[in-house]
């Protein structure tokens, strides 16, 4: 049977759809001629001629590159640039691989152009290209976080002139802020979606054939993600979001992907007249005005490649509502659930009558199960209203049936846990060798165990009642 397409009145064969139409690159719409708007999703400048076929590929051959063996690929040296600030080149994954292209991601104002100019400062043969800026605007900040500033400056918005003078100057790094300013050569308004992708597109591409590094700031919406198309996340090879820490308004910066290093790193910055200056312990200030209170834990957990100490809090209260609230900021939601069914189950608290608020201070998350152990240690305490001991960190996965599993790299957290100077840490039963020396290490389990570190916990009220949360007395 013959299938025909149908549009505008004409019947086409599909053999004649192949080669002549032209496609939306957004939505994938097929029309006869070339459009400036889609008529379906609204784009403009999305249309391009249609590619060739695959189903007709079979019948060509001679014209495509060939496959090769991988012992005949040519070795390359995975070469690097330093920015020469150690906890953005640890951020990195040790500095930034040449020929990627990095994205970092920011709300207005949080301090990714001065980030930038500081490791355009640090690096040699640097092209700063800016399109929101003018280079006398640059240069007034260059004056006041990085003097002595030796770099190319290029104030446009027209990404093929950019990629022109790169080639021109052949720099080891380009700095383009922001992606969402350029505009492409074919005049499609800078910050759409397809502007934004075609741009990332261009210079993924000369990034890879020049072996040039780059990094792209972009602006991120209010709901947190970045504005434009998700796909350009795919296309660049690391993604870093600099955010503001509600402790202090410290910029927490962080990746969510690199090709070329760990995710889930961490640095943090202070925001100060000469810029943003390294805080060189981010365990000790998330820890900082820390209260010896119900519900407040200290977590131990990876992040990236280092050990991390930080506060959870749990707030439990009997819920005026039909259905008890869960909010949780910091940690997974769903890994929330989890671990409150369990306490119900295994340590006899009844939550489904009370709200439960769970939080990491600093405005940090924590993405790895290694905080379970800590979040339900959290939880019980502010549901007993009896304080954990001030110098105990947990750290450890809860099984659904409340056994607590082995997490990875348990004795670099202990070390960590030593050199912060508390006093025990509480840890899964599954050995571990290093026992520490100025450090209590407490195995634990099964989860019933966190109510015999309470403070206080002879005195804790009845657990079968129902009215032990927090404002209802008890
Ligand atoms: N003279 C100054 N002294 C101290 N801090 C300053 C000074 N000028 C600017 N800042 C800080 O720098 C921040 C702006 O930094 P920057 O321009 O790098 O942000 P951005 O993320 O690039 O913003 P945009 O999204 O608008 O490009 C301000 O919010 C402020 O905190
Ligand atoms: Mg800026």
Redesign the pocket.
Known sequence: MRICLIFSGWVLSPQWVSNNMFVCKDCGFKSLTLQGKCPYCGAWNTFVQSAEDVKDVAKKSGKYQRSVKISEVTEMKEERVFTGITEIDRVFGGGIVKGSVLLLA??????????L?QIASSVKKVLYITG?ESAAQIKI?SQ?IAKGLDVQLLSTRDIVEAIHEAARIRPALVIL??VQSFKNSNGSAAASPSAIKEITSAIVEYAKTTNTAFIL?G?ITKEGILQGPKVIEHMVDGVFY?EESPVHGYRLLYSTKNRFGNTNELAVFH???RGLETVDDPSAFFLSGRADSPGSVAVCSYQGSSPFIAEIQALINITSFQYPRRQVTGLELNRAYLIIAILERYVGLKLSTCDVFLNVAGGIRISETGSDLAAAAAIISSYRKKPMPNDIVFTGEIGLGGEVRGVSRLEERIRKAEGLGFKAIAVPRAGVKYRGKKIKVIDIGHIKQLEDLLVNKGSRPDPSSSVHCDGIGG
């Open positions: 920011g709300a207005p104002g949080i301090g990714k152009s001065t980030l100019l929101e900040r006041r802020d922001s700031s602006h600099l925001m100060t007249g």
